[in-house]
């Protein structure tokens, strides 16, 4: 006699496990440093470094929320490009901070303007060398601002 097979479960019968995340701790922010037009070529083609995209930013906070400004942790996890090219380059930074926090991050470096008391010295005008912070994209989850694939992120 022979023994009924069991058979497999129907796809009905599976179980879905889903997650929501409701709270995340991080916001992730995508930023170009945007020059004057007309900045001299020498200026727009440096590359931004992750030591001068701090120093903007802490700037930034600074003036737009004083001594409570600097205190906001910020991770800068790139900043690209890393090598210099005789052209100008898009400077975009990657930042994250703190959820709580973000808000008050996207008005200080959005009103902020930067570099203006530099001379000229062939003009005479005091405002050779403006950069400003430029909003490109804002999430609360990595894998979504950079469309799904990492590669805006992680690309060398």
């Given amino acids: 006699m022979t023994t009924p097979k069991r058979k497999a479960p129907a796809p009905s019968d ?85 959820r709580q926090d973000a808000p008050a991050v996207v008005s200080a470096v959005s009103s902020w303007v930067g570099g203006g008391d530099q001379a000229d010295s062939e003009t005479g005008t005091g405002v050779v060398g403006s950069v400003a912070w430029r909003i490109c994209a804002k999430g609360n989850f990595l894998q979504a601002l950079v469309q799904g694939d990492g590669r805006g992120l992680f690309a060398v």
């Fill in 14 to 98: 599976s179980k879905v496990l889903t997650f929501t995340a409701r709270n995340p701790p991080w916001t992730y922010l995508k930023l170009q440093l945007v020059h004057q037009p007309n900045t001299s070529l020498a200026i727009q083609s440096t590359p931004l470094d992750p030591l001068t995209a701090r120093t903007h930013l802490t700037s930034a906070l600074s003036q737009f929320l004083g001594l409570a400004g600097t205190s906001i942790p910020i991770d800068i996890l790139k900043a690209s490009p890393e090598t210099a090219q005789p052209q100008p380059v898009e400077k975009i930074i990657w930042i994250r901070v703190p």
